[in-house]
T-cell receptor, first 110, second 116 residues
């Protein structure tokens, strides 16, 4: 079965510093990868998905099939980036079911 | 953008009673809706997949007789927690897949269930 691993429960960075939230997955086929964000007291929302190759709010993520990783990056952290970030994947023929990682709490300090 | 609502946002009930949670897609038709459970400071765990007009598909370990799911229309799915017990207390979140947006899932705000 597929699995998503986010090794860091909490990541604390200073404003203006680079951010990298790690995500690794295990799946023998070609999954579709996503990053979701949950701001305080708000609902979960899609940040980006690898097939669209967009940059949202300055965040990017590249799918590395060799390392089975989909790390989320931003060159300069902003205070408003503080939130819970979840990496997730769907698999072909899986009925669009999302498998979530355990999440990383990003805290951007002034 | 696509909006998903949940009702109620929170509910407190006595042990042994049943509670119904509604999930609605407000501005799009959702052939598939998903129900998740989230424990404090933990990730979302998929409970079941709900397809309009057919029986829900439950994930392993989820009791289908305890968590009744009905998806009667393209905009409404309901989750009924039957004979609730304190261990059923949790945050329940639904999502709805929008075919127009390449099956992107849009999430509801969640329902906090507390069973006394």
């Amino acid at each position: 079965a597929q699995r998503v691993t986010q090794p860091e429960k909490l990541l604390s960075v200073f404003k203006g510093a680079p951010v990298e939230l790690k995500c690794n997955y295990s799946y023998s086929g070609s999954p579709e990868l996503f990053w979701y964000v949950q701001y305080s007291r708000q609902r979960l929302q899609l940040l980006l998905r690898h097939i669209s190759r967009e940059s949202i709010k300055g965040f990017t993520a590249d799918l590395n099939k060799g390392e089975t990783s989909f790390h989320l990056k931003k060159p300069f952290a902003q205070e408003e980036d503080s939130a819970m970030y979840y990496c997730a994947l769907t698999v072909t023929g899986g009925g669009n079911k999302l498998t979530f990682g355990t999440g990383t709490q990003l805290k951007v300090e002034l | 953008g696509a909006v998903v609502s949940q009702h109620p946002s929170w509910v407190i009930c006595k042990s042994g009673t049943s509670v119904k949670i509604e999930c609605r897609s407000l501005d799009f038709q959702a052939t598939t809706m998903f129900w998740y459970r989230q424990f404090p400071k933990q990730s979302l765990m998929l409970m079941a997949t709900s397809n309009e007009g057919s029986k829900a598909t439950y994930e392993q370990g989820v009791e289908k007789d305890k968590f009744l799911i009905n998806h009667a229309s393209l905009t409404l799915s309901t989750l009924t927690v039957t004979s609730a017990h304190p261990e059923d207390s949790s945050f329940y979140i639904c999502s709805a897949a929008d075919r127009v947006s390449y099956n992107e899932q849009f999430f509801g705000p969640g329902t906090r269930l507390t069973v006394l």
